[in-house]
C-alpha cells in the first residue's frame, strides 16, 4: 500500500439550517501520512503527520443535500527517501522483499 495511490470516500447530507452556522468542522485524526482531503472535489487539507490532528472549517465547500467527503492517501516510499536524503545522517533504508502484484 506504501507504493501506490489509495483513496476513500463517503458522503453525507447538509441541510439549509446547517449552511446557516459559522463554521462545519471536519476534524481527523490518525490520517496515515501523506493524504490529500476532498469535499466535493476541492482540495481543503494534506496530512503529512499521522500524529497531527488535523481541523478544517469546510463550510464553504459545503453545499445543500448531498456532499462526497474523499481522503486521497499518495504513496510514501518516494516521499521518505526523498527527506531522507535531506537529513545531516543516514537513515537506514528497508530491506528488499519478494513482492507480487496479481
Not at 39 to 60: E, K, S
Amino acid at each position: 500500500m506504501a507504493e501506490c495511490e489509495w483513496q476513500i470516500a463517503s458522503t453525507f447530507e447538509i441541510n439549509e439550517q446547517m449552511l446557516t452556522c459559522p463554521a462545519i468542522e471536519l476534524d481527523l485524526r490518525f490520517v496515515d501520512t501523506l493524504a490529500q482531503i476532498r469535499i466535493n472535489g476541492l482540495a481543503v487539507a494534506d496530512c503529512d503527520n499521522m500524529f497531527r490532528r488535523y481541523r478544517v472549517n469546510i463550510l464553504q465547500y459545503l453545499v445543500e443535500g448531498t456532499n462526497r467527503v474523499e481522503i486521497l492517501f499518495h504513496p510514501v516510499a518516494e516521499e521518505a527517501k526523498e527527506r531522507a536524503e535531506t537529513l545531516p545522517f543516514p537513515v537506514p533504508g528497508r530491506r528488499a522483499t519478494t513482492r507480487f502484484r496479481i
